[in-house]
């Protein structure tokens, strides 16, 4: 294993994965990332996959839109396949209030250069033809939506990043960080020690625990998230095509086809926190206990958005841990008060904005500032 490096990145996700490839795309080729376990351990692993250009705010839809786009590239460059489904996907508007929002967001989708639509019931209808249309005004609509393989995606990352000279070392665990008077830091693994000038958190689950062994305090929180996928439905698999993805803000879902059922995730009002005392070093490839009880509202509204679902069987449910900020932004950038420590941490939409969170913060240490107004993650916020 190298001892001496330029950046260590810490934590082998998709989120670390993306911020070593985009350091070598912009030159600093002497970079590492260590992991504990295997690539994709924490949450990765088990995410549902899917991308979305939709945010609140301008700069990070952008941001999510190049994510997107750079799946074909990593796709080219590396040989492998991200599992890319790009099917499209309709956010529900059942509220002139909600309808307002999405007017608004495509007019800042158009700005930033996003193709999105509006579109009506009708159009809805041949778009997501499961949904139970009653009370809904109409929707927006993005083409650059859908869905991709966790596992794949992140491996094509770390594929590009090694092409581009990066090293990782899996099955190595951080125990300590500890900044040198010089300003770099020696980071203690159960493999050696290794002194870089540059320390990045990408520690996901662990995040808050990497952060502590420097000192740091990072506002984060990891929180349970349910989703289910079912059996075969008549009325997916005998579709000519794959169906869209569906988002519904008054039921706190989102639903897309998985083979030849589908998938739908909750993002219930009571969400349970997770590892408040901190997050086992143990945990990567585990699992939650199902629990219906919390996300019973939830189903029965998608039940009655979504019909099929009331015959489908159950195949699987995922339950698992995902981190989040109180404000649901990422925490990216150098962090204050501590010299060349950078943080990549709280990315709960790993997949619509690891891109983008790995292009910011390669810009940020590569060049000095990022391209984009990035305010709205950035951890000094």
Known sequence: MKTTTRVVVIGGGVVGASVLYHLTKLGWKDVMLVERSELTSGSTWHAAGGFHTLNGDTNMAALQGYTIRLYKELEEITGMSCGLHHVGGVTLADSRERFDMLLAERAKHRFMGLDTEIVGPEEIAQIAPITNLAGIIGGLYDPLDGHLDPSGTTHAYAKAARMGGATIETHCMVHETNQRTDGTWDVVTDKGTINAEHVVNAGGLWAREVGAMAGIYFPLHPMEHQYIVTDDIPEIY??????????????????????????????????RPWAVDGTPWTFGHELL??????????????????????????????????????????????????????????????????????????????????????????VAR
Request: glycine share 12%; with cysteine; proline share 7%.
């Open 289 to 378: 206990p199902d629990d219906f009880n919390k996300i019973e509202e939830s189903v029965d509204f998608a039940y009655r958005r979504f019909p099929v679902l009331a015959t489908a069987g159950v195949k699987s449910v995922i339950h698992g841990p995902f981190t989040f900020a109180p404000d649901g932004n990422p925490l990216v950038g150098p962090v204050p008060g501590v010299r060349n420590y950078w943080s990549a941490c709280g990315v709960m939409a790993g997949f619509s904005q690891g891109g983008g969170v790995g292009l910011t913060l390669a810009q940020w240490m590569v060049e000095g500032t990022p391209e984009r107004d990035v305010m709205a993650m950035d």
């Open 238 to 271: 005998e579709r000519d095509t794959e169906h869209a993805h569906v988002m519904d803000p008054a039921g706190e879902s989102y639903l897309r086809q998985e083979g030849r059922g589908l998938c739908i995730g909750f993002y219930e009002q009571r969400a």
